[in-house]
Nanobody, 122 residues
Framework: QVQLVESGGGSAQAGGSLALSCVVSGFPYRTSSLAWFRQVPGKEREAVARINDDGNPWYGDSVKGRFAVSQDNAKNILYLQMNSLKPEDTAMYYC????????????????WGQGTQVTVSS
């Protein structure tokens, strides 16, 4: 059974930093995309960052240059370092996994964590 468990959310001031982690277990695929999405009430879930098993990252335009995605393959942990936070980064953040490399949209990710809240105050 595939499980994803996020941690590290919380509150920060604008301009500050937070780091998220996601432990992935039971994932049976040799190729993969691991991603971070975020969602605010009333809006669609938005892709924030993605990293493939080949280490190639992708970032949404709103977080480029501020967020960094990485993975520890040995420990099966996905990370998101969030710097220069803005109030508009406030959202529930979810990690997601796909057995397809370069998976992009929500529908391409069959496995999801429960989410962790990030709140940025001005």
């Amino acid at each position: 059974q595939v499980q994803l468990v996020e941690s590290g959310g919380g509150s920060a001031q604008a301009g500050g930093s937070l780091a998220l982690s996601c432990v992935v277990s039971g994932f049976p695929y040799r190729t993969s995309s691991l991603a971070w999405f975020r969602q605010v009430p009333g809006k669609e879930r938005e892709a924030v960052a993605r990293i493939n098993d080949d280490g190639n990252p992708w970032y949404g335009d709103s977080v480029k240059g501020r967020f960094a995605v990485s993975q520890d393959n040995a420990k099966n942990i996905l990370y998101l370092q969030m710097n220069s936070l803005k109030p508009e980064d406030t959202a529930m953040y979810y990690c997601a996994a796909s057995g397809r490399r370069y998976a992009f949209g929500v529908r391409e990710y069959p496995y999801w964590g429960q989410g962790t809240q990030v709140t940025v105050s001005s």
